[in-house]
């Protein structure tokens, strides 16, 4: 009970500096850019333009009624999962204080992107939401079978739009950029930093060479019996994970041992667990 509650408290800690990267992003350097780029906080980013609007209060605003669409729409643990991180978001917003870093405003945007994507990514990872327009593709995933990345991608263009009355074609433009940045940083992080390489190794007269030369140099691997589609002869095939700062290394050692050894290579974002030897 006590490792369980020590669990949750560290869950709630990292849902809390995940979402103030995200608030960082915004107070820092979307909202001094006056780049709208999407969600319940862009969409907050354009009402202080047009009406001097507090951002912090919109995103309140939002976000209640994204926890009211959830509670009526979705299952319960869906709602709460939303609920406190919706709550936290605005409060952050506003006590965070607000200024601009970069006066440029394209390199403000990238930063920003990454800022952004970086908080969301570790939202997802302990499976969480800073709520906002992520509810409204649950529930056409739900009822209508929507991808929830096409329904956002298009909640957040429409949102971007915007940028079209508060500042211009230049801030849409920033804008949509900015949206292919946090997609394109978010995907990498979700997918794993623990990028490895899994290497396929296989000999016509010299397998037992390399094994020695991988056992030799510490490097753990697994033996599989395969099969010669065009000539039926067996042999044997071993499978290496390794980092992808080992990869040339291995390649380079095993072409000592076996300069026409039949080498192929996947990359894979993560490996967990022990070695399989």
């Not at 499976?127 to 929507?146: H, N, Q």
């Not at 079209?164 to 949509?176: K, N, P, S, V, Y």
């Not at 290394?249 to 290579?265: Q, T």
């Amino acid at each position: 009970m006590r490792l369980l509650k020590k669990f949750q408290v560290m869950r709630y800690l990292t849902i809390v500096v995940a979402l103030e990267i995200v608030v960082i992003s915004i107070n820092f350097f979307y909202a001094p850019a006056k780049v709208a780029a999407g969600g319940a906080t862009g969409f907050a980013i354009l009402m202080n333009e047009i009406t001097g609007l507090d951002r912090a209060i919109t995103v309140l605003v939002v976000n209640l009624l994204m926890i009211v669409l959830a509670a009526v729409f979705l299952d319960w643990g869906t709602t709460a999962r939303i609920t406190f991180g919706s709550l936290i978001l605005p409060v952050l917003l506003k006590v965070t204080p607000s200024f601009q870093v970069l006066s440029d405003r394209t390199f403000a945007v990238l930063v920003g992107g990454t800022i952004f994507a970086v908080g969301v990514a570790i939202l997802y990872r302990v499976d969480a939401s800073s709520g906002g327009t992520a509810v409204p593709p649950m529930i056409l995933k739900k009822y209508f079978r929507i991808a929830p990345a096409l329904s956002l991608l298009v909640i957040d263009t429409v949102v971007s739009l915007g940028n079209l009355l508060t500042d211009g074609l230049e801030a849409l433009i920033l804008a949509l950029f900015s949206l292919m940045i946090t997609a394109f940083v978010m995907n990498y992080i979700e997918t794993g930093l623990d990028r490895r390489k899994m290497v396929y190794i296989t000999s016509n007269t010299q397998v037992e060479d390399i094994k020695k030369y991988l056992t030799r140099n510490d490097i753990s691997y697994t033996m599989m019996d395969v099969r010669g589609g065009y000539t039926g002869d067996a042999r044997e095939m071993l499978m290496v994970i390794l980092d992808n700062q080992e990869y040339n290394r291995l390649v380079r050692g095993i072409h000592v041992v076996d300069p026409k050894a039949f080498i192929f290579a996947y990359d894979i974002s993560e490996a967990h667990g022990g070695t399989f030897i």
